[in-house]
C-alpha cells in the first residue's frame, strides 16, 4: 500500500501549552482512517495541521513524500468537510457545490456536469436551487460533502462531522459516509469522540490522549488487544486490575491465578488486566474462580449489566442470565477472555466501577460534547 | 395568534405612540406645509419652484449664465455627498476588515477610539478642522517647518469632503465592523480549503458576506452628508452653498412652506435611494 500522509514526529503548542506531542502517523491510499479520542486530546489539532490551517511546531509532514509544512491550504490536494459543514449562506446548493470549480474557471458545461454527478453521489438531485440555510442538518451535511469532493481530492478530511446529527441520522449517514469512501477510491481523515462510530467505520483507528498517539491498528485489533488501560476504557466498557505476571500464560490477580495466552513479559513482572464485561460467565458461587456479591442490577433490553462486588473491587458484567441484588455468585473466566498490558501513565485511572452510574456517564458525555 | 397580540401589541406601544408624535406627526406636517401656501391653501408652487427657479451665476470663466438655482445646489450636495460616501468606503472597509480580525482586546480599543470624536460637539469638530486647514492654520504650520510649501485648502469642496468624511466616518466603520466580526471564521477556512487565495476568499466570500454592513454603512453616511449645512458654510467658507443651506436659510427667512418643499423633494430622493441599494443587497443575499 502507498503511503499518502506521513506525520513525523510532529510537535504543536498553542501558547506554551503542547498539544500535539511528537506525533509520528502513515497514513495510505485508500484508507478509512479514524483519529479517535475525548476532547483536548489532540485529534482536531491533526486534522488541521494536514489541512494547512495550522503549522507544525517541530517536525514534518509529508504528502506523498513531498514536505507540504508550508504549504497553503489553497494548494493542498486535499479538501475538508467542517464541523457544522460552513456552506456559504450567500450561495445555493448548487453555488457552494461549485465553488471549487469556478475558483479554478473550469467551463461552464463541465462545473454543470461535475456537480449533477456529486449531487446525485450525495443523493441531493433536485436541490440545486434550493438555499443552503432552508436544508435539514442532513441535507446540510451532504452539501459539504459534495462540495469538497467535487475535486477529487487525494484525501478528505472529516472533523466530527455527524456529531450536530440525532442518533438515527448519525448512523445512517455512517453507513453512507463508508460508501462514498469505498465508491471513489479516496482516503478518509475522520475526526471523531464517538468509540462506537470509529470501530463501525473505520479501516485503521488512531486513539489519541494528552497529544499523543496511544494505539494504532485495526478496530478489532483496538477492541480486542488495548496496549493500556486508557484505550482498554475508552473503546468499549473494560475492567482493568491490577495483576502480577507469573510466568508466561500465568497471571494471577484479585487473589487468584489464572491461565492466560500473554507471554513475553518479565517472571513477577505487575501488569494491568482487561477482561471485558461481555467476556465473564456467571456460575453456581462453588464453581466460580472469583466470588462476589451482586451490588446492582440494570436491565438493558440485549443484556443486563450487573455490577459485582469483589473483594473490594467492582466488576462490570454483561450476562442474559438474570441475577439478583446481593445474590452470591461465582464467575468464570476463560483464558482467551483475559487480556495483559504493561502498566502505563494511565495505570489505576480506569477500569473499577465503584463509583459507576450510567446517568454520571451520560452526563460526562455531554459535557465533552458541549466542549467540542 | 391571540398571544402575539398581546405580548407583541402591548410591549410595543410606547414606541408606538413616540413614532406616531415624533416620526410621523411631524413628517406630515412637512408633507403638509410643502404643498399649501402661506395661507393654508394647497399649491404645487412650492414644488414647481425648486425645479423651475433660475439665477445667474458667474463661472470659474467669469462668463456669467442663467442656471437653475435648487437643481445646481442639489446636484453639488449630491456630488459632494457621494465623494465623501465614497472616500469614507474605501477607508472604512479595509479599516473594518483590519479590526475584526484583531484579538478581542484590540478590537475594544479600535472601536473605542473611533467612537471618542462622535462624544464631542459637532461644531466643535467642525470649529477644530477650520484652526487645522486655514491658510494660517496648523496644518500649513506643519508643512512651513519642513520646508514643504503651503497648501489652500480652507473655502473648497476638499475642505468640505474632509470635514464631511471626519464627520461621518464611524457610520460607515460601525455597521461594516459589526456585520465582520459576526462572520464564521470557519467560512474563510472553507474558502482557502476550496482553493481560494487571499484575494478569492476576499472576493468571493467576506465581501458579499459583509454587503449588508455596506449598504447600511452607505446609507448612514450619505443621508446626513447630503442634507448638512454647517460643514459646508465653515469649511467652504460658504461658497458652496448646499441643499441644508438652502433649507436652513429658507426657514430663517421664515419661508416655512418653500423650506418644506425642499426638504420634502429631499426626502423623496432618499427614501427612493435607499429602496433601490435595499432591493440590491437583498437580491444578493437571496442567491
Not at chain 2, 25 to 42: E, G, I, K, R, W
Amino acid at each position: 500500500m502507498k503511503k499518502i500522509i506521513e506525520l513525523k514526529n510532529v510537535t504543536k503548542s498553542f501558547d506554551g501549552e503542547v498539544v500535539l506531542d511528537d506525533i509520528c502517523l502513515d497514513i495510505y491510499d485508500n484508507e478509512f482512517l479514524t483519529l479517535l479520542g475525548p476532547s483536548g486530546c489532540g485529534k482536531t489539532t491533526t486534522l488541521r495541521l494536514i489541512g494547512g490551517f495550522e503549522t507544525a511546531g517541530k517536525g514534518d509532514i509529508l504528502f506523498m513524500g513531498e514536505r507540504i509544512n508550508d504549504v497553503p491550504p489553497h494548494k493542498r490536494n486535499v479538501n475538508t468537510v467542517f464541523q457544522r459543514y460552513a456552506l456559504f449562506p450567500h450561495l445555493n446548493v448548487f453555488e457552494n457545490v461549485a465553488f471549487a470549480l469556478r475558483e479554478r474557471r473550469v467551463p461552464k458545461a463541465e462545473i454543470e456536469e461535475k456537480v449533477r454527478e456529486m449531487l446525485a453521489l450525495v443523493a441531493l438531485t433536485g436541490f440545486e436551487k434550493r438555499s443552503v440555510t432552508s436544508l435539514s442538518g442532513g441535507q446540510q451535511q451532504r452539501v459539504a460533502i459534495a462540495r469538497a469532493l467535487i475535486s477529487r481530492p487525494k484525501v478528505l478530511l472529516l472533523d466530527e462531522p455527524l456529531a450536530a446529527l440525532d442518533l438515527k441520522l448519525r448512523k445512517d449517514m455512517q453507513q453512507e459516509l463508508k460508501k462514498i469512501q469505498k465508491a471513489t477510491g479516496i482516503t478518509f481523515v475522520y475526526v471523531t469522540h464517538d468509540q462506537e462510530e470509529a470501530l463501525s467505520m473505520s479501516d485503521t483507528v488512531v486513539v489519541m490522549s494528552e497529544g499523543r498517539i496511544q494505539q494504532i491498528g485495526t478496530p478489532i485489533d483496538i477492541y480486542n488487544e488495548p496496549t493500556n488501560a486508557f484505550v482498554a476504557d475508552f473503546i468499549g466498557e473494560s475492567n482493568i486490575l491490577d495483576g502480577v505476571m507469573l510466568r508466561d500464560r500465568r497471571v494471577s490477580f484479585s487473589g487468584q491465578s489464572f491461565d492466560c495466552v500473554d507471554a513475553g513479559f518479565g517472571e513477577k513482572e505487575p501488569v494491568d488486566v482487561v477482561v471485558r464485561p461481555e467476556d465473564v460467565d456467571i456460575v453456581p458461587e462453588d464453581k466460580g474462580q472469583l466470588k462476589g456479591v451482586v451490588t446492582s442490577v440494570t436491565f438493558l433490553g440485549v443484556h443486563y449489566e450487573i455490577i459485582v462486588d469483589i473483594g473490594g473491587f467492582k466488576w462490570m458484567i454483561q450476562t442474559t442470565d438474570f441475577v439478583d441484588v446481593d445474590e452470591h455468585i461465582g464467575l468464570y473466566i476463560e483464558p482467551d477472555a483475559i487480556h495483559i498490558m504493561k502498566k502505563s501513565q494511565y495505570s489505576g485511572m480506569y477500569g473499577d466501577y465503584s463509583s459507576f452510574s450510567n446517568e454520571l456517564d451520560e452526563l460526562s458525555n455531554a459535557e465533552s460534547e458541549a466542549e467540542e | 395568534m391571540k398571544r402575539r397580540g398581546l405580548s407583541g401589541g402591548l410591549p410595543l406601544a410606547p414606541y408606538s405612540l413616540w413614532a406616531l408624535l415624533f416620526i410621523l406627526v411631524p413628517l406630515l406636517f412637512v408633507a403638509y406645509y410643502a404643498f399649501t401656501d402661506n395661507s393654508f391653501h394647497f399649491t404645487l408652487e412650492n414644488i414647481t419652484r425648486f425645479f423651475t427657479a433660475t439665477s445667474n451665476v458667474a463661472g470659474d470663466d467669469g462668463v456669467t449664465r442663467e442656471v437653475y438655482t435648487y437643481l445646481l445646489i442639489f446636484g453639488r450636495s449630491l456630488k459632494l455627498a457621494v465623494i465623501s460616501t465614497v472616500i469614507c468606503l474605501l477607508m472604512g472597509y479595509p479599516a473594518a476588515y483590519i479590526i475584526a480580525r484583531a484579538p478581542a482586546r484590540t478590537q475594544r480599543v479600535m472601536i473605542t477610539l473611533i467612537m471618542i470624536p462622535m462624544w464631542m460637539n459637532f461644531l466643535i469638530r467642525t470649529y477644530a478642522w477650520m484652526t487645522i486647514l486655514q491658510d494660517t492654520g496648523i496644518l500649513n504650520g506643519i508643512l512651513g517647518l519642513l520646508h514643504l510649501g503651503q497648501v489652500h485648502i480652507i473655502g473648497t469642496e476638499s475642505a468640505v469632503v474632509i470635514g464631511m468624511v471626519y464627520d461621518y466616518f464611524p457610520y460607515m466603520i460601525l455597521p461594516i465592523y459589526s456585520v465582520m466580526a459576526k462572520m464564521d471564521v470557519k467560512l474563510l477556512e472553507a474558502a482557502r480549503d476550496l482553493g481560494c487565495g487571499s484575494f478569492s476568499v476576499l472576493r468571493r466570500v467576506i465581501f458579499p458576506l459583509s454587503l449588508p454592513g455596506v449598504v447600511s454603512g452607505i446609507i448612514m453616511v450619505l443621508i446626513p452628508s447630503i442634507s448638512t449645512f454647517y460643514i459646508s458654510q465653515k469649511l467652504g467658507n460658504g461658497k458652496f452653498y448646499l441643499i441644508g443651506d438652502a433649507i436652513e436659510s429658507q426657514y430663517s427667512a421664515n419661508n416655512l412652506h418653500f423650506a418644506a418643499a425642499m426638504a420634502f423633494i429631499l426626502m423623496v430622493v432618499l427614501l427612493v435611494c435607499m429602496a433601490f441599494m435595499q432591493r440590491f443587497a437583498d437580491r444578493r443575499a437571496a442567491v
